[in-house]
């Protein structure tokens, strides 16, 4: 999987993600900053489970450690999820992103589950 993959807008431009910096001006006062990278799968992945848990979702220890260890997989660039990730992450990428991104960022995720059941099967025979 390729974690630089990137995704399409409604004009089928490569979607870009804006976020806010502080940065210091040259008399050193903070100033924020808008800027903006191209949606990469790598991306929405670590931005998804790095969100703040649901109401309704329990909070535990194990939850925490789940999504801070797929982020700091992706941070690594290591794309290589059990199941249980991938089942968190398409939860959390439906949840993060409008249908138009979440779509194709679902159907990436879908491929890397087919290879990772494939691979599964073959090391059990």
Do not use: W
């Not at 008399?27 to 649901?54: C, F, M, W, Y």
């Not at 290591?78 to 993060?96: D, P, Q, V, Y």
Request: net charge positive; aromatic share 6%.
């Amino acid at each position: 999987m390729n974690l630089e993959e990137t995704i399409l807008d409604i004009h089928g431009k490569v979607a870009e993600q804006r976020y806010t910096e502080t940065v210091l001006d040259e008399e050193g006062n903070e100033k924020s900053s808008i800027s903006s990278r191209p949606l990469t799968l790598g991306n929405a992945i670590s931005d998804s489970v790095l969100l703040q848990i649901s109401e309704g979702e329990e909070v535990t220890e194990k939850s925490h450690l789940l999504r801070y260890g797929i982020y700091e997989k992706v941070k690594n660039g290591n794309s290589n999820f059990t199941r249980k990730e991938l089942k968190l992450i398409k939860k959390c990428i439906a949840k993060r992103y409008t249908p138009l991104f979440a779509g194709q960022f679902l159907r990436m995720l879908k491929q890397k589950s087919i290879i990772t059941r494939i691979l599964e099967f073959l090391r059990i025979k």
